[in-house]
């Protein structure tokens, strides 16, 4: 499985960063987070929430069963909110 690596910057930093991507001015490398939120709590929302991280697949049956389609989460946090 894969690793799905998050980011928590503020939302102003966030939408810097998706402009001077969409501008061509900044291309994010390999080791970036791909998902982003602006805060721990936020994060904590999505991990709980029955829409996160967390699918459901059709087993035989009929039943539901919850996969996670990810090995590992890393959470990546700033030290210091600017």
Known sequence: ???LKIGIASYEKMQTRT????QG???SGRSEPKVWFTSIESFAR????RNGLVRLKKCTGGKL?????YSD??????????
Not at 19 to 22: L, R, S, T, V, Y
């Open 1 to 3: 499985m894969k690793s």
């Open 19 to 22: 402009m001077a991507i969409a």
């Open 25 to 27: 001015t900044y291309t």
């Open 46 to 49: 999505v991990l709980s929430d």
């Open 65 to 69: 069963s919850p996969r996670v389609p």
């Open 73 to 82: 989460i890393v959470l990546d946090i700033p030290i210091v909110m600017a």
